[in-house]
C-alpha cells in the first residue's frame, strides 16, 4: 500500500501540490499517493477533514490558505520557523504526534540562492507587506545572512510590531518596521520581495525607485500571472532582475517532501512544467 499525503485548503482545486508532489514521487520512486482535500468554510471543517485523513492511514499534509493558523494550533510539536511565522504549511503524523512545521520561508531562500544564483549574505533585503508571508520569510532570510530587512507595509502600525516581535529571534540581523510612505528614508536594497497580496488585485504597493539598488533582484511572490503590476514598477525603476514566486513554490514543497520522506527531490522538472514567462 502506498503511504497517503495530501494539501488541504479551501478552495483547492487551483492548487498546483498534488502536480509538484506526483512529479517528486516519480523521479525519486517514492511509492505515495497524493491527493487534495477540501477543509470546506465552515468552523471545524480543517480539523474533521485532517482527522478523518489521520484515521485513514495519511503520513503528512501540505497546508494551505485558510488553514495554516489552524494546522499549528493541532500540533503537538512546532518547528521554530513554524512558531515564529504564527502559522504551519506541512504536517507529519508520526507516532501518533502531529509535528507542525512552516517550509514557505526556507522555500524562498533557495529559490533566491540556488535557483535564481543570488547568495543573500551580505544582502540589504526589503519584504514589502507584514502579513504571514513575510512573517514566515524573516527568520530564514536573516539565517541566510542578510545584512539588514527592512519590512515595509501600507499599515505601518503592523510592519513595527512584526520588527519588534522577530528582532530578538534573528541572531543579531538589523530589523527595522515601517510605512510604505517611509521608505524614502530606508536607502536602496539589493533584494525587493514583494509579500503584499497587492498583485491579486492588479495594483503594486507604493515603492519609490530609490529603493532598488543597481543590480537589484525584484521578487513577486505571487506565481502564474506573468509580469505584475510589482514587476513592472521595478523593471520602470531600472530593475533587470525579475522573478515570481514559482519557485518558492516548488522549493517548500520539495523541503516538506523530503522531510516526509528522507530525500530530497530535483526540482527542475517542477519548476519547469509550472513556470509562467514574465511578460
Ligand atoms: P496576508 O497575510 O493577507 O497579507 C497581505 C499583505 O498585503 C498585508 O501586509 C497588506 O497590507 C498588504 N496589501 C494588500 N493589498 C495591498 C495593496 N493594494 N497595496 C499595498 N499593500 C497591500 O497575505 P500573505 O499570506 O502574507 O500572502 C501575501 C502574498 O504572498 C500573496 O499574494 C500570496 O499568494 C503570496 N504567497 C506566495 C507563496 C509562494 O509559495 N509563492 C507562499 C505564501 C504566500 P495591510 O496590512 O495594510 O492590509
New binding site residues.
Partial sequence: MPDRYAVIGHPIAHSKSPLIHGLFAQATGQDIVYEAIDGGAAPGGFQRALADFRAAGGRGLNVT?PF?LAALAVADLASEDARLAGAA?ALRFEDGRIEARNF?GI??VRDIEVNLGLPLAGRRVLL?????????AVRPIARAGAARIVIA???AD??EALAAELAPHLGGVPLVGCG?AALGTQGAFDVVI????????G????VPAGAFAPGALAY????GKGLTPFLRLARQAGCARLA??????VE?AAEAFAAWRGVRPDTREALARLTVPLA
Wanted: proline letters at 2%.
Fill in positions: 490558505l495554516k504549511n514557505d522555500g524562498l514589502l507587506g507584514a502579513g504571514g508571508a513575510t512573517r514566515g507595509n501600507r499599515t503592523k510592519a510604505l514583494n509579500a503584499t497580496s497587492a498583485s491579486l488585485d495594483q503594486a504597493p507604493a513577486d511572490m505571487v506565481y515570481d514566486g514559482v519557485g518558492m513554490l517548500q
